[in-house]
Structures are given as C-alpha cells and as structure tokens.
T-cell receptor, first 110, second 111 residues
Framework: QKEVEQNSGPLSVPEGAIASLNCTYS??????FFWYRQYSGKSPELIMF????GDKEDGRFTAQLNKASQYVSLLIRDSQPSDSATYLC??????????FGRGTSLIVHP | NAGVTQTPKFQVLKTGQSMTLQCAQD?????MYWYRQDPGMGLRLIYY???????DKGEVPNGYNVSRLNKREFSLRLESAAPSQTSVYFC??????????FGPGTRLTVT
C-alpha cells in the first residue's frame, strides 16, 4: 500500500526561527510532490511543488526532495505566527490519484 | 474566475435522509475529486473522475455515489445519511499530476 507519512506534531517554533516539516513516502515510482497549507476551518492551498531532486526556493519557503531516501521536506524561514497551520504533503505517482499524508500541525509562537 | 465552488457550505441531516453536494470548477480541469476530512484522519478520497464521463472509487466510497455531469460539475450524493458520514467534504480539481485546487468545503452533520 502506498503510504505518505508525516509527524502529526504539533511542531512548535518561536517567531523568526526556521520550521522544518518532513514527509516520507513508500512508493519509489512517485514523481510529483506537493506541500499544502491548511488553516483551521479552511481548505488546503498549495504552497510548493517539486519534481526533481534537490532544493526549490520560493520566498521564505524551500522544498527539498531526496528520491533515494524517499523523503521530501518543507523549510519555512523567518517563521511568523501567520504560518501556524497544518501542512499536508501530497505525492503523485503519475496516476490520477495523489496520496496525502495526515498533516503536521505547526505553531509559531511570538 | 471563481476556481472551485461548493454548495452548500453547511448542512444538518437526520439519519436516513438524502442529499447531494454540488461542486463546479471553471479552470477547464479534466480531473475532479471528492474528499472527506475527519479530525486526525487527513484527507480521504471518496470518488474521483479522471475525465468527463468517467468515475472511480477512492479509499472510502461506501455510502456515496457521484455524477460527473459535465466537465465543470461533479456531484456527491448521500442516499441514506448515517452519523458516520458527519465530516467536512472537499471537492478538488486538477490537471493530472499537477496541483489540486480545493473548494471551500461543506460541513455536514448527521444526527
């Protein structure tokens, strides 16, 4: 069974620190990797996507992919209280169905 | 450009009642999805439609039916609601293999 694993948290970091969120996946054929942010009571929204090994940066966010070790991570630099949310990792294998992790709750405290 | 819209936003049903959740997207996406989200369970796929005219079961299809009415619209029907179907329901659409766009969700309570 294809699985995507995330630590449920909560991960608590002080304002201004780097938050590191991790996701591991079991299917070596996975091709596309996505990070979504979900505020309480709201729907998920895309933060980052990555297809190739290495790092991809977008503002304060960096996605890191290591296919050999089957993990993808999301770094949030200069964390702000407004970053407090649940972060969902999603993995596609090239079929029509992505597999989602259960999400990691992030709390950024002032 | 509204993205993905869902109706209703909230609904309370009694056990055994039926209802249809509506979803529409204006992004010309081929693929559409219905998920339910329960505390601690993440997003679980109920049904999906890879293209107009096709539908397939996801992880938790029992108790639900779907209709892909046209490329824009994908509805989810509960024929006989049960308390176990109390959840938040999200519709999503995408180009295959790319990011999904989610609707605002429907909060359903079955008493």
């Amino acid at each position: 069974q294809k699985e995507v694993e995330q630590n449920s948290g909560p991960l608590s970091v002080p304002e201004g620190a780097i938050a590191s969120l991790n996701c591991t996946y079991s299917d070596r054929g996975s091709q596309s990797f996505f990070w979504y942010r979900q505020y309480s009571g709201k729907s998920p929204e895309l933060i980052m996507f990555i297809y190739s090994n290495g790092d991809k940066e977008d503002g304060r966010f960096t996605a890191q992919l290591n296919k050999a070790s089957q993990y993808v991570s999301l770094l949030i630099r200069d964390s702000q209280p407004s970053d407090s949310a649940t972060y969902l990792c999603a993995v596609w294998r090239g079929s029509y169905i992505p597999t989602f992790g259960r999400g990691t709750s992030l709390i950024v405290h002032p | 450009n509204a993205g993905v819209t869902q109706t209703p936003k909230f609904q309370v049903l009694k056990t055994g009642q039926s209802m249809t959740l509506q979803c529409a997207q204006d992004m010309n996406h081929n693929s559409m999805y219905w998920y339910r989200q329960d505390p601690g369970m993440g997003l679980r796929l109920i049904y999906y439609s890879a293209s107009e005219g096709t539908t397939d079961k996801g992880e938790v299809p029992n108790g639900y039916n779907v209709s892909r009415l046209n490329k824009r619209e994908f509805s989810l029907r509960l024929e006989s609601a049960a308390p176990s179907q109390t959840s938040v329901y999200f519709c999503a659409s995408s180009v295959e293999g790319y990011e999904q766009y989610f609707g605002p969700g429907t909060r359903l309570t079955v008493t």
